[in-house]
């Protein structure tokens, strides 16, 4: 054997031995056992979607679509989609904006204040959110928190915060926004500094704008390194669960019952597990969609930028 | 724009910038001051008070936080272990070599990361009730291979690809097997960008809380999990509340700051190189 082939796949697949052909299988084999094996229940979720499964139950079987249809002509259902569309889609879209703000800043400031932030900044992030939770319980409680106290200066007592359906949303997205705001953070800033320079000194010879140069320049250039944020962040608050849970369990009444914690609801504390299956399967169909349109956009988005440069 | 303008919008930017960082940061300084107030200071004091270690003793010494930290230790280090032994060959072959269908192969390992853990944990429940691995270290260091593996291996496939070929062709002229161009040459270069990734997926593992509230009974329960204790129970120990969340967040925050130069390529799983 030839001893530059053994670093496989660089030549000709009919000179390589065989041996040399499934060494990359070999290698990647005990990873994919390993996240292969937990994924097994996935498949099986979708076989018992379609049955009367139940931990009550001695014997399940099959009831074809029957959760299906009861799932998706529930008022519970649509409640619990819109619940988790609005959480995403408001956390993320406030996590993005405040982040490219704050990321902007940084970058432009670039003085001992903002390398400081930098660095501190990152705690919240890596806070679980059922601590992050507790850190904002803290804040907010009527008689221990400090928040209360400030808006008592304003004449406001008593603000319900999680207590009132009609803030409870409020909240749970402040929480979100609090711990992730730093991920957008990291990654506009990353993508900031990563802009080639010569555009910009052309610009200024040209005499634009900052606002000019902000949307035809910086955005522009920006855009992959945002899909990705993006990306990263749309899939995880669509499943947001650790934070609801904690705060208030889905409550008050329905207002925070969103897909995954109805389907854990339905699940566990109703032992309905098959019909509890179509809920979370169709939040995982929904992730699924969005993300390959994320990713689409974020490759378009590469290649006008690329042409930018 | 004249020069006090510009004077002005420079204050103005520091202005917002310490805004924004009040707001991320004082709740956890918050937590830390009431984590240190007595039980009837909480209520009466803001920030003048006698700090007191009282809520600390009461948490770490005269309740089972340890236990739960020590779990959260075993789980959360046994899925990282795993994670390395199995992701960091395969995120060399990932990078070096071409082979079929290996794109579909990454990103089908990128997307457990994009699945509802209660899609997952939901049936898996019902499985481990069945095999026996319901409460136990195992069958927790086994699910959170869903949170640590992606992560390894994307972004250390990253890093091996930073690394040219080059090298590894001359190392092979040379004489250099294989198994020794990847322990003597290859993993000392990769070895920052493994070190950090470990260190976030342990994060990320440690702070994990759907998996363990429903595949962990009393036995394997980890810090986050646990926490919820004081959470529900009578509402008048704030003071605990705070020491049992600043000590869950404690370790994660130095591991963070260790890390902070590959925090960028770790939290985008290598795609952005910051």
Redesign the interface.
């Known amino acids: 054997m030839n001893?530059?082939d053994?670093?496989?796949?660089?030549g000709n697949l009919n000179t390589v031995p065989f041996k040399t052909?499934v060494?990359?299988?070999l290698?990647?084999a005990?990873?994919?056992i390993?996240?292969v094996?937990?994924?097994?229940?996935?498949v099986?979720?979708i076989w018992?979607s379609l049955t009367n499964y139940s931990f009550s139950l001695p014997n399940h079987r099959f009831i074809g679509l029957k959760n299906w249809v009861n799932v998706i002509s529930s008022f519970k259902f649509w409640n619990a989609l819109v619940v988790s569309v609005l959480y995403g889609v408001c956390a993320t879209a406030v996590e993005l904006a405040?982040g490219m703000?704050?990321a902007m800043?940084?970058n432009?400031?670039n003085?001992r204040?903002?390398k400081i932030?930098r660095?501190?900044?990152?705690?919240?992030?890596?806070?679980?959110?059922?601590?992050a939770?507790?850190?904002?319980?803290?804040?907010l409680?009527s008689?221990?928190g400090?928040i209360e106290?400030f808006l008592n200066v304003f004449g406001i007592f008593n603000f319900p915060w999680a207590a009132s359906p009609h803030t409870a949303l409020l909240t749970v997205v402040i929480i979100d926004v609090?711990v992730n705001?730093?991920?957008m953070i990291?990654?506009v800033?990353?993508?900031l500094?990563?802009l080639p320079k010569s555009p910009f000194e052309s610009a200024k010879i040209d005499g634009g704008s900052a606002w000019f140069n902000f949307v035809n320049l910086t955005l522009p250039m920006l855009k992959p390194?945002l899909y990705?944020?993006l990306l990263?962040r749309l899939?995880a608050a669509l499943?947001e669960?650790?934070i609801i849970?904690?705060l208030t369990k889905g409550g008050p009444g329905d207002s925070l019952m969103s897909?995954?914690l109805t389907?854990?609801q339905t699940?566990?504390r109703f032992q309905k597990?098959g019909y509890?299956?179509p809920f979370?399967?169709v939040?995982?169909l929904i992730?699924?969609i969005t993300?390959k349109q994320i990713v689409k956009k974020q490759r378009t988005a590469q290649k006008q930028a690329a042409g930018l440069e | 724009m004249n020069r006090g303008k510009k004077r002005l919008l420079?204050v103005v930017?520091?202005i917002?910038?310490?805004i924004?960082?009040i707001?991320?940061?004082f709740?956890?300084l918050?937590?830390f001051i009431?984590s240190l107030k007595s039980d009837t200071q909480?209520?009466t004091t803001?920030f003048l008070f006698t700090p007191t270690l009282e809520n600390y003793k009461e948490v770490l010494l005269q309740s089972d936080y340890i236990k739960y930290m020590f779990n959260s230790l075993i789980v959360s280090g046994g899925a990282v272990i795993?994670s390395v032994?199995?992701?960091v060959?395969?995120a060399?072959?990932?990078a070096?070599?071409?082979?079929h269908r290996?794109e579909d192969?990454a990103f089908q390992?990128l997307?457990?990361?994009?699945?509802?853990?209660?899609?997952?944990v939901?049936?898996?429940f019902?499985?481990y009730q069945k095999i026996g691995l319901y409460d136990s270290y195992f069958g927790l260091i086994?699910?959170y291979?869903?949170i640590s593996?992606?992560l390894l291996?994307w972004v250390v496939r990253g890093y091996f690809e930073d690394i040219s070929?080059e090298i590894?062709?001359a190392a092979?002229?040379d004489g250099y097997t294989?198994y020794q161009i990847f322990f003597k040459m290859l993993a000392p270069l990769v070895k920052p960008g493994l070190v950090s990734s470990a260190l976030l997926a342990f994060?990320f593992s440690?702070?994990?809380?759907?998996f363990p509230?429903?595949l962990a009974g009393t036995k394997v329960q980890p810090i986050?999990?646990a926490?919820?204790k004081?959470?529900g129970t009578d509402t008048a120990h704030?003071g605990q509340?705070?020491v049992?969340?600043t000590v869950?967040?404690v370790p994660?925050?130095i591991?963070?700051?260790c890390i902070?130069k590959h925090?960028?390529r770790g939290?985008?799983?290598g795609?952005?190189?910051?």
């Open positions: 001893k530059k053994k670093v496989a796949g660089m052909r060494r990359p299988y290698i990647v005990p990873a994919l390993i996240t094996g937990i994924m097994i229940p996935f099986m979720a018992y405040l703000g704050v800043l940084l432009h400031l003085n204040l903002s932030l660095i501190l900044l990152i705690f919240p992030l890596m806070v679980a959110p059922v601590t939770t507790i850190v904002w319980q803290l804040m409680n008689s221990v400090i106290k609090w705001t730093a991920f990291l990654l800033l990353a993508g500094q990563s390194s990705i944020a990263f899939m499943q669960y650790a849970f904690s897909l995954s389907a854990y699940g566990f597990f509890a299956l979370i399967l939040l995982w992730i699924n993300a | 420079y930017q520091n917002l910038l310490i924004y960082g707001f991320a940061l709740p956890l918050w937590m009431i909480v209520f803001t795993v032994i199995a992701g060959p395969a060399y072959a990932l070096r070599y071409n082979f290996k192969l390992i997307s457990f990361k994009f699945a509802p853990e209660i899609l997952v939901l049936p898996l019902m499985i086994w699910v291979q869903l593996m992606p291996i070929v590894e062709y092979q002229v294989w994060i440690w702070n994990s809380f759907t509230l429903i986050t999990v926490i919820t004081y959470l704030y509340l705070a049992a969340a869950s967040a994660a925050m591991f963070a700051l902070q925090l960028v939290l985008s799983f795609a952005v190189k910051g």
